[in-house]
């Protein structure tokens, strides 16, 4: 049955807040009883679903934290883009950094996912299989702006891998000890200092 356009727009609502629901559930669990010792049958009574349903909304179980890691690597991407050609790529990749961390949740509900996500091996190793897609989507994006500075072949594509490559270091870094001071130092400036300690290393 075809939905019209408000009852389509009311139905992604429903679906959407269903899943915060679930999430937040997740999370909740995972930090006081731990990641290994929670079920998703025991998630998905808690919210009222059937563990089939639970499913429906998120494929497995790591992706209840990790799922909206696709929508947050299409935002990066998308903000590196839309920067101008003659900003360098470092600055660049500074910006779509800067875009999650404002874009993201409370830094409260941010510091809680980020820590049970480089705290539990499951879930880090299903983020970093996330961030190697990410970095494979943005080569095009930073190999374009090195050849629009005058860099071409094996070279810019070999530079922009480089970069992206120590971006990505800084920003697990940067997360690393942002999670380490529970969330009392700024995130955004660690990573600036993760950057700045690259580029001034002997």
């Known amino acids: 049955m075809k939905r019209d356009g408000k009852a389509s727009s009311i139905w992604e609502r429903s679906r959407q807040l269903a899943s915060q629901e679930i999430v937040d559930t997740a999370v909740r669990l995972f930090t006081t009883q731990g990641y290994d010792e929670t079920t998703?049958?025991?998630?998905?009574?808690?919210?009222?679903?059937?563990?089939?349903?639970?499913?429906?909304?998120?494929?497995?179980?790591?992706?209840?934290i990790c799922g909206d890691q696709d929508a947050l690597g299409a935002l990066f991407k998308k903000t590196v883009e839309e920067q101008p050609l003659d900003m360098s790529p470092w600055d660049a990749l500074k910006v779509g950094f800067t875009s999650l961390v404002a874009g993201t949740q409370s830094p409260e509900h941010m510091l809680k996912i980020s820590t049970l996500i480089f705290r539990t091996p499951a879930l880090r190793a299903r983020y970093e299989e996330k961030r190697i897609r990410w970095q494979y989507d943005l080569m095009p994006v930073i190999r374009e702006r090195l050849r629009a500075a005058g860099r071409e072949g094996p070279v810019a594509d070999h530079e922009a891998r480089t970069i992206i490559a120590v971006t990505f270091a800084c920003t697990d870094a940067a997360t690393g000890s942002w999670i380490a001071s529970e969330g009392c130092e700024d995130?955004?400036?660690?990573?600036?200092?993760?950057l700045d300690i690259i580029r001034t290393a002997p």
């Open 40 to 64: 998703t049958e025991q998630i998905a009574q808690e919210v009222g679903l059937s563990q089939r349903t639970l499913f429906r909304y998120f494929g497995t179980k790591e992706d209840l």
């Open 187 to 194: 995130l955004t400036a660690l990573y600036e200092r993760a």
